[in-house]
């Protein structure tokens, strides 16, 4: 089959190389996925730089990518949860990083799969899983919402856009950080916009009304901003900054996500996207043939909405 691949750990996109490598092999408990399409993420590029190395294991050649949505074509020893010609997506990602979903076909565990929603695209559905599902958990994180005002920081970005989304449904009155320009976009999706930078803290303030019951970080670096918009007792979490779970914290201690391969939470923003709650903006699609210009649209940080790999 054919899949992009990297040799080695660099920087450079270019170094991707699309070829015929073995089919992957599946092992009980897992299904094969015949790739509809496959969602980049900027993980995929960091990974393929070196910087996860202390983290998780490459295996070379290795092929990136670990969101996928596609047609189960085939499945390992007991697998009862599925069949051949399930519609499914997953967030894929293993713990040894080999064989990715930048392919015609992908072996997953059945743990991290779910049905596709029939709301969304194939291009939808494939960047959804990663993304959203890292979202949800935050947002599980903090707890109840209903009635309640939440800050997040990089509101328009891949994760903030999500988390949005999921906000608003649990009926949280949101409050998003972002540039000028997608402030349009956050009002859309039902957000009451602020511009990031020097005085956010007594901007957020001043549009709440007052202290925020809860903080989602999907930046990093705004920890001081966080504490110093926060009532007492209310709850915050990032997913770009260790310093939120310090123990020196104290009661002001907050939770650090990094988003599991888990079918369920998947499945729960399937369900979501079908009820008409959770909608996937697509960016722009690619080929497998240019895998790298998809990581350079990525590198550049200014991309809204998903850039999406159809084989």
């Known amino acids: 089959m054919r899949a992009a691949v990297y040799d080695q750990y660099t920087q450079n996109p270019d170094d991707l190389e699309v070829r015929e490598v073995a089919e992957p092999k599946v092992m009980a408990g897992s299904v094969l996925i015949e790739v509809k399409a496959a969602a980049v993420n900027p993980v995929d590029w960091k990974l393929m730089a070196g910087y996860l190395d202390g983290m998780i294991d490459a295996q070379f050649p290795v092929i990136p990518g670990w969101d996928v949505a596609g047609v189960v074509v085939g499945l390992g020893f007991d697998t009862p949860e599925f069949e051949i010609g399930d519609e499914v997506l997953a967030y894929a990602r293993k713990d040894v990083a080999q064989h990715g979903t930048f392919a015609e076909r992908v ?4 743990h991290a799969v779910a049905k596709k929603p029939a709301s969304l695209t194939w291009e939808q559905a494939a960047g959804l899983p990663l993304a959203g599902g890292t979202a949800l958990r935050t947002l599980d994180a903090l707890g109840d919402l209903s009635g309640r005002t939440l800050l997040i920081h990089a509101a328009a970005g891949g994760v903030g856009g999500f988390a949005v989304q999921i906000a608003k449904d649990r009926g949280a009155r949101v409050i998003g950080t972002a540039s000028e320009r997608n402030h349009d976009f956050l009002r859309e999706l039902g957000a009451e916009p602020i511009t990031y930078g020097e005085g956010l803290a007594d901007r957020v303030l001043k549009l709440a009304g007052g202290p925020v019951d809860a903080v989602a970080d999907f930046v990093g ?4 901003t966080t504490l110093a918009v926060l009532r007492e007792g209310g709850a915050h979490a ?7 779970a310090d123990p020196e914290l104290g009661e002001r201690r907050g939770r650090y996500v990094w988003v599991r391969p888990d079918g369920a939470e998947t499945a729960r923003l399937a369900d979501l996207a079908d009820r008409g709650g959770l909608t996937v903006e697509v960016a722009e699609t690619y080929p497998l043939d240019r895998v790298a210009d998809a990581f350079r649209a990525s590198m550049t940080g200014r991309t809204r909405g998903k850039l999406i790999i159809v084989p």
Not at 221 to 224: A, F, K, R, S
Not at 238 to 244: L, Y
């Open 107 to 110: 072996a997953v565990p059945a």
């Open 221 to 224: 670096g705004q920890l001081e």
């Open 238 to 244: 990032s997913i770009a900054d260790h310093a939120v």
